[in-house]
């Protein structure tokens, strides 16, 4: 749904039966009803659903709560509605009560994507991973993966890069680490960075200086930066890129340079 709203689900169920006064018995969770009343004689008339949705639907939630709510007031089942509720992928916390004489009111709140994992499921800030029928609108969020039940702790350190990438003006499109904990980045514009399993974030700071000498079209022109050596890195391009004079890059001025440094020695 693309409205986001306080959106409140009624459902009106048509229940009849016979009503009985010749006493009463004391009932689970206080409540006291008559002892030759069947189910029927109080029927649940109203479903009252309350939350701000933006991504559940009516029609979902009332599909799960219909059956369960075909019976008497004082017989439905609290645990078994807060259980099918609660089982909803985007179901973050849900409470549920009676509401004399005759409806019970259930309040949702729903969970808020903050990437997805791995390729058919989404993670919430929070780490946890639920698995909607279709996440085709989220393909502009940064793709997760790591071992399992290591989500909390891979999803903190693609914060911190998806950070330091952002102040090079560079957007995470997928950041993985495998079983082995070796990391892998894939940027927006393509360009993949091998990381390996040792001191990666102080591997990935030392790329990123190095970006100061070289153009943006040079950036660009990357397909792989292999960042799994200890004193540098290795670059494979993209295909049909020109051949790059590293001297001329490392060294932009050489005739200022060799200027500057005959003065340093003439001042000797």
Known sequence: MS??????????????GLAGLL????????????LAMKSASLPIKYVRTEGVFQYLSKNEIKTVL?????????????????????????????TVKRIWPDAIDIKVRERKPFARWDKESLITEQGVIFTPKNIDQFQNLTVVSGPVLQQVKVLEIMKG???ALADQSMELAEFTI??????????????????????????????????????????????VVDLRYPNGYAVSWKPGTPEIDWNAIANPNPIVNIQAHEKAIQSR
């Open 3 to 16: 409205n986001v709203g306080t959106k409140t689900v009624v459902i009106g169920l048509l229940i009849t």
């Open 23 to 34: 006493g009463y018995e004391a009932v689970t969770k206080g409540y006291i009803r008559p």
């Open 66 to 94: 219909q059956p369960l709510v075909m019976t008497g007031f004082f017989d439905a089942d609290m645990q078994a509605i807060h259980s099918a509720v609660s089982t909803m992928p985007w179901v973050d916390t849900v």
């Open 161 to 163: 890069i998806k950070t």
């Open 178 to 223: 495998n079983d082995r904990w070796a990391w892998k980045i894939k940027l927006a514009n393509g360009l993949e960075i091998l990381l390996g399993r040792n001191e990666q974030l102080k591997k990935l700071q030392r790329f990123l200086k190095t970006l100061a000498v070289l153009k943006e079209e040079r950036v660009e022109q990357m397909a």
